[in-house]
């Protein structure tokens, strides 16, 4: 092995993570190359950890045996996401060169959908069966790899699960003692169809290191830990992050200069229309503005108050619906809330605001009647302003929700529009309708 590999080799054995980090900011034929180079276990351990676009371009490049070993070795959760990556004919290719077992589990998991408790849960699950007496359970369990052992799980002929023992249970057991004797049927199970929400409250409120997952019929098909979960609600965090502002959900900050692109650029174009029809709003009130320089000075002022309150309200209702705080038919009670706190927030804010415009006006040598009257004028905006953004706050990820999308997915953007648009309708609007108080 050459140096490099060598080194590389040692890196990703002792330092797996930021082996990976440090992989991903290579030219992809010379990843391709090190990859190769690397023993296959040390390989899977690598690929288990590498982000999905720079796993996806290094799985489209191995050869067919190479990415067959690869499955063989990696975790079935892992293996199962190199799966879903692969094009059809490649993928039947690969699996028919498995062991039937393993194809058939990474067949089963990559059906799941993404969120879902069965597409996380780990297959390989050791299980008694309750006619075992507790010497011939011990024996089978000191004969079982400990990846698979979680707690001590208890199917019958069918694979369906009908209870749990305690390990403290067994010892203190006669030998000759059934399974069955000890066995503690009332269990916390997890659906395979369980979302990826639904997971995470379960396993919130019960305190378990791992949960059982099972199909429709009750059969035990394998198991969710609750580093998994931990883990999978860390990533959604920081996903509904990124979509929040426009960015790729699976983009990374080492991503390659394309992905970057690709994420964004959609929404970016997107953001523009919304500022030019900010824009037009602006040049329907142009004589207005002609004519007072000081109403350009404060827009910024009703945009920027209106952007933080819809901020405020966004990022409230956006984790009543990530905990489910949020239950149905309770929206019509959240909105008004958001309402009756934009408007008291908006009264509170605008008697500051235009405390401080009066006093500037003041001080530019301003006459009294057009001090009052920009003060009014950026007053009563300013309410408005707030209050119908922190209605927008709260209805655009719950409309996004009813309309079976990610309330995250660049929430922010429409908030900003709307929060441009109301705010400078409102201000200009009543700029004319005050013009004689403050020209």
Not at 55 to 60: C, E, I, N, T
Not at 237 to 250: M, N, P, R, S, Y
Not at 370 to 391: D, E, F, K, R, Y
């Amino acid at each position: 092995m050459k140096p490099l590999e060598s080194l590389l080799r040692v890196f990703v054995e002792q330092h797996p993570k930021d082996a990976a980090n440090a992989f991903e900011l290579l030219k992809p034929d010379e990843a391709l190359r090190l990859f190769n180079g690397l023993p296959i276990n040390v390989a899977a351990s690598l690929m288990e950890r590498l982000n999905p676009g720079t796993g996806q371009a290094l799985v489209s490049a191995l050869q067919p045996d190479r990415i067959r070993d690869l499955l063989a070795t990696m975790r079935p959760r892992s293996a199962s996401a190199v799966v879903q990556q692969l094009d059809d004919e490649l993928r039947e290719k690969v699996l028919s060169t498995l062991d039937e077992e393993v194809a058939r589990s990474l067949r089963a998991l990559a059906q799941y959908p993404p969120d879902s408790a069965g597409a996380i849960m780990h297959p390989r699950v050791a299980s008694l069966t309750p006619s075992l007496t507790m010497q011939e359970a011990i024996r089978r369990i000191r004969k079982t790899p400990r990846d698979v052992l979680h707690y001590l799980y208890v199917a019958d002929s069918e694979s369906k699960l009908i209870g749990v023992v305690t390990m403290r249970e067994m010892l203190l057991a006669s030998p000759r003692d059934k399974i069955e004797s000890i066995l503690i049927r009332d269990l916390v199970t997890l659906p395979d169809t369980a979302t990826r929400e639904q997971t995470q409250n379960i396993f919130r409120e019960r305190k378990f290191i791992s949960l059982p997952v099972i199909d429709f019929e009750g059969r035990l098909l394998g198991v969710v830990k609750r580093n998994d979960v931990l883990e999978s609600a860390e990533q959604e965090v920081f996903e509904d992050l990124q979509k929040l502002v426009g960015a790729g959900a699976d983009e990374r900050a080492l991503s390659p200069v394309s992905t970057v692109v690709k994420s964004r650029l959609p929404w970016l174009y997107v953001n523009l229309l919304t500022a030019f029809m900010a824009a037009a709003v602006i040049g329907l009130f142009e004589g207005i503005i002609a004519q007072m320089a000081a109403l350009a000075v404060l827009l910024p002022v009703v945009a920027g108050q209106g952007g933080n309150t819809g901020s405020q309200s966004l990022a409230v209702v956006m984790r009543g619906l990530s905990l489910r705080e949020i239950m149905p038919g309770m929206k019509k009670r959240v909105i008004i809330k958001e309402a009756m706190g934009g408007l008291f927030n908006g009264i509170g804010i605008a008697v500051v605001t235009s405390l401080c415009v009066f006093a500037w006006r003041m001080i530019e040598g301003d006459t009294l009647t057009p001090s009052t009257g920009l003060a009014l004028v950026i007053g009563l905006a300013m309410v408005i302003n707030m209050v119908a953004a922190a209605v927008a706050g709260a209805m655009i990820p719950l409309a996004l929700k009813a309309l079976g999308r990610d309330p995250a997915q660049s929430a922010s953007i429409f908030l900003t529009t709307v929060t441009d648009i109301v705010g400078f309708a409102a201000f200009l609007g009543f700029a004319v309708l005050f013009k004689p108080m403050i020209l």
